[in-house]
């Protein structure tokens, strides 16, 4: 980053400084901080009255990446990531175990702590109740019908007659074709009165209660195929109970007390059009996916094992398909012979979207009537390849518990997802394999905790000798029994080095104000970091999250501008503005390469032909957004850019979805800071410390600013009831933004809430010499300080560099 940029200067480096400005936010507008509040500003007046050292100071930041190193906190052990020595043998001693496990135990410990006497009690009951077994799950949905209803006086018998008979009407509907089914049957709780079991099907679940829901869930959709089943919410409930029964007393809060409901399940109904007998072939569809992958899908078939080998005849070549899959089980859907080639492609779709564990296969000249020798299309359903190999590990590794190797890993200058992508080539794992606490940041040497799924220490560290021309190593080695999720981190720890610091000065001469760039000395650090630790920093989103700040023609695409598309249900707009991409940097260069540059104006100009711009796609973007985005487009379509977007990790999907929170926060919180200033205001929201609960400021005297929050915008949280909740929903109104909970995952968000201030403590600094450095002169310094999750190191120095849109 750098600070130097302005207008023209005089021989004595004085230069008129532009007031009409407003600030604004990171990514935003082109300032990149608050204003400076009175306590910060260590204004000292010099020479002869005139001048002012205003006691800001400026520099450059990621000169190179040794410059900006950044290390994760762990947030039980307080750990600070770092690799260990790789030529010291690490081992899963008993005490790096007992180490890294104590935060497992604990919650162990807590869980079971929390578990009442009553609990114990009813668990133990359940040891020694009736356990019944039948034989066809349609007799067990029967008995749980008619003997374990909470309310003893409703008719199991009659409503199994209602289930059966509105699974003969979903049938016929198939037949005529009518997808828009709306007939279902409510059912009170079902209760643990005795245990009814399916013969050979296990129905326990995680804890082990409520095992007579889970095997009605279970068998119900084994019993008939179209059918599915779910619990009512609270409201719904007590509706049901008042209206059907005189049980108003339960409390419904418990999920297991609710009522039930059994409706038609559409899931595969996009394909009745396109089948000659939907009646018959699409209840085999839904049951291959509701009984899953079956011991007899895992037998290794003939072509599996040819596989290798080399096949002698051009005939043997032809039956041989290495995309089938290992499963014996497969399920017709014959198509109707009006069916056109291109139109095939829909349901190729729709059942690996409904259920991506399946793969499909087309077979020609199906012959559907032998009397008549009538032909036509079947596109054959089965279990994917992955799917089976996945259920033989599963099967393989029986009941034992999966084993986490954790591990640090140092990235340098790399991008998330690139280094993602690259650790599972490496490793020959999947992305869900791989499980981090956070995102770091590109131009940087990183640190960070990572845990490897089923992947012991040797081949872990093996896998270094091919990321090494990655730019990433392994290292810190250990056994643990758990995986890491986004979030789990306290903070992280910053070393950082910001060179060509300059001092500025300031002169009014004729109502006019100049400033220029002096030497900088230790008393003015000094003074920089000290009010920097006791009043903190606004807590803005960095660049990395909403994108580099500038003009759009100038400096291209940002990345909440892509989220905003998302939120608009805008798909289309979305993977275009992803196709333009960056354009220049604030600087003037080109963001990107011209190949690059080329890919995304072909992309346009071919009027979006997908196969010509994947075909001058260059070979590092192999594992790029846009590769991804595309290859969906060419499988999907364009007329559904939803589906070409969901081909990419969820994280990436709902990075972008982020960034619209991210930019809407930094807009409210500079308006907050323009219009009160740093002190709490009736109508704020501030977080309670002891509850953690959100909470409306109706006694300015009993919170300081550290503790008021703002909300990331999203369909679960409230706004400030005050100047500031009208201004955030007014720019929600403006864009044309309405966060709905039952909404795809790609165009809604719950939300949350962040502080609007945040404290660095442990900041320290340390000058580094330099050659023609004076005694009192600093040209260079490194700053060292941690920060909580979630807060940004380039905001926290900018606070520290103030810098003005005049620069």
Known sequence: MTSLKGTHKDEDGWSLVNNDFNFSTIGIGEVFAS?????????????????????????????????????????????????????????????????????NKIEAKEMNDEKTEEEKDVAVSKEEKNVIEEESAEKVVRYLLEHCLMDEKIDGTE????????????KQGL?????????????????????????GMDHSNRFGEHLNRVAFHQTLKLAFPLLMSCSLGVEDSIKEAEKNCEIKTIDFSDKANRFLKVEVDPTFFDLVPYLLFPERDLPLLYMLRNEGIKDEDLITTTNQKKSGKKRKNRDERKTFDRNASDSSRKVNLVLKPTIERSERKSVHHCVTKCCRDLQTETQSDFVYDEINDSKTTCILVSWSRNAIHKARKRQKKGSSPTIYTSCVIKKVQQEHLSMINNLTSCLKCQQTDIGLAGIKDMQAITYQYCTLRDINIDRARKANDRLERYNIELGSFRTINKSLNIGDLKGNNFEIVVRDLKCVEKKVIEGKEYERFVDCNEQCISDRVAALKKNGFVNFFGEQRVGEAGNRDC???????????????DFTGAIDLLMKGRNRTKDGQFAESEEVRNVRNLYFTSNKDVDKTLSVLPSFMTNSREKIVLKGLKRYGLERPLEAIKCLNFSVRTFWINAYQSYVWNKAVTERIQRFGYRPIIGDLYKDCDTNEIKVVDDISTVSITDIVLPLVG???????????????????????KFKKDAVPEATAKGSYRHIVVKCDDLTWQRIETDGDSSDCVSSARFRFSLPKGSYATVCLRELMLNTISR
């Open 159 to 170: 409503i199994f007659q209602q289930i059966e008979a509105m699974y003969e009407n979903a």
């Open 35 to 103: 204003r400076c509040t009175s306590e910060m500003d260590n204004s000292v007046r010099i020479d002869d009255g005139s001048i002012i050292r205003t006691g800001e100071i400026v520099g450059k930041l990621k000169c190179s990446p040794e410059d900006f190193i950044v290390r994760e906190i762990q947030e039980h052990t307080g750990l600070i990531a770092d690799l260990t020595n790789q030529e010291i043998p690490l081992q899963d001693t008993n005490e790096t175990k007992q180490e890294l496990n104590s935060t």
């Open 175 to 199: 037949g005529k074709c009518d997808g828009q089914m709306k007939e279902s049957v409510i059912i009170p709780p079902i209760v643990d009165i005795c245990i009814v079991k399916l013969k």
């Open 715 to 737: 369909y679960n949280v409230i706004y400030p009831s005050n100047e500031l909740g009208t201004f955030m929903q007014a720019l929600l109104e403006k864009d044309d933004i």
């Open 555 to 569: 400096i291209g695409v940002r990345s909440y501008e892509i989220g905003r598309m998302m939120l608009k249900n």
